[in-house]
């Protein structure tokens, strides 16, 4: 069940810091759902209907997130934080329980989990490691 959950996030990760065309960007006065400021290299993305953060980090030239991207629960607690490389998960993350508390952390390498990941519990007390090696194509 824990690794169904984890495989869920990772793909809402994936499909939500991706690049999307149809990402909107209106006034600041009038939020949509896929509301996205770029300023200076950083770009926001909101929660619809308000000015909450969702999503926040830096983008390249191609509008690929680039480095440390921060993301958000609607209730404004820290959800996750992912290192990319041009658009793909390539480094450090962690994710956070509603609650907070580390989740589990753990490195990625090319947009896979790579090497050891360490899982807690809602308390947040250690409860297990698992060491991923990446699948090549």
Not at 24 to 44: A, M
Not at 107 to 117: L, M
């Amino acid at each position: 069940m824990r690794t169904g959950n984890i495989y869920l996030f990772c793909l809402f990760l994936l499909f939500s810091c991706g690049n999307n065309d149809e990402e909107n960007s209106t006034s600041e006065n009038n939020t949509t759902e896929n509301e996205v400021k770029i300023e200076n290299g950083i770009k926001t993305v909101y929660f619809k209907g308000t000015k909450k953060i969702r999503f926040v980090g830096r983008v390249n030239k191609k509008n690929l997130w680039e480095g440390k991207v921060t993301s958000y629960r609607e209730n404004g607690l820290l959800w996750s934080s992912v290192t990319y490389v041009n658009g793909i998960k390539n480094g450090v993350a962690q994710v956070y329980h509603p609650n907070g508390k580390l989740y589990y952390s753990g490195e990625y390498e090319e947009d896979q989990q790579s090497g050891a990941w360490f899982y807690y519990n809602k308390e947040g007390k250690f409860v297990e490691e698992k060491t991923y090696e990446k699948k090549y194509e």
